[in-house]
């Protein structure tokens, strides 16, 4: 990498119930998986010797914990717009049970639901 670009490490919370059934996972806390646990610590390995300038992450508790297991709970800043999207109706619920309802829904920025959306203040 050039050396006056920065590089930039972007990790995902670990597993949660809803990752494994396909629920929508926005602002509901749902809390981590043993899985999902056992993949931060895996993080904390791949990230060992690693050091960041600056660490941000979502105030949800999964999004905490999996940074607190990846070994940089100490330094974290919790940063209210990282809070993850807000599926408004559709939390909670799988794609395909709201097909059923709304044939061809898809939320994603170009096809955007009216109860999708990224930040809802």
């Known amino acids: 990498m050039h050396a006056s670009l920065p590089e930039v490490y972007l990790a995902r ?3 949660t119930a809803w990752t494994i059934t ?21 993080l904390r390995q791949r990230l060992n010797g690693v050091t960041f300038a600056k660490v941000l992450v979502s105030p949800l508790a999964r999004a905490r914990r999996t940074c607190e297991l990846a070994g940089f709970g100490d330094t974290a800043e919790v940063d209210p717009e990282l809070h993850e999207w807000d599926y408004g ?20 920025p170009e096809k955007r639901a009216p109860s999708c959306s990224p930040r809802q203040r």
Do not use: K, M
Not at 22 to 42: C, F, I, S, Y
Not at 97 to 104: A, V
């Open 22 to 42: 396909g629920q929508h996972t926005g602002r509901t806390d749902v809390p981590l998986t043993a899985r999902g646990e056992q993949n931060a610590l895996n």
């Open 89 to 108: 109706e559709y939390e909670g619920r799988r794609t395909v049970d709201i097909r059923q309802e709304r044939p061809g829904w898809a939320c994603q």
């Open 13 to 15: 919370h670990g597993e």
